[in-house]
């Protein structure tokens, strides 16, 4: 053998050497340890409730409160002015008629809150 095979000979006796070296001190991770080392995802469904499906508004609702109404596709915003509590309180219960209607087509309770309140923003 001349001296160039046998330097490589002894490079590759010295690499297998070190890989068995890192593999048996745990340099190495095997393929199991790197499933170990993954991140799992949370799969946990976090306590809540669920929305109520009545509607329900407080005796005195406030502008987020009537915002936040399930009665129609978009919420119901003032716009100009801001309304007073009195106002707030009208147009709850005139909401309150109007998801309790038994006609689909029954707008008379915001109707009429319109008629009474013709400046409400």
Do not use: Y
């Not at 109404?69 to 919420?75: A, I, K, S, V």
């Amino acid at each position: 053998m001349n001296a160039k095979m046998v330097g490589c000979r002894s490079l590759s006796v010295a690499l297998v050497f070190l890989l068995f070296w890192l593999a048996a001190s745990g340099g190495l991770a095997s393929a199991s340890d790197k499933v170990a080392l993954r991140a799992s995802p949370n799969r946990l469904v976090p306590k809540h409730s669920a929305p109520s499906a009545e509607f329900s508004l407080p005796d005195q609702p406030s502008e987020q409160e009537l915002m936040r109404t399930r009665l129609f596709p978009e919420p119901l915003l003032p716009i100009g002015a801001t309304p007073s509590p009195a106002q707030n309180r009208q147009l709850a219960m005139a909401l309150g008629l109007h998801a309790q209607r038994a006609v689909a087509d029954d707008f008379s309770a915001l109707e009429e809150f319109l008629a009474q309140h013709p400046d409400s923003p």
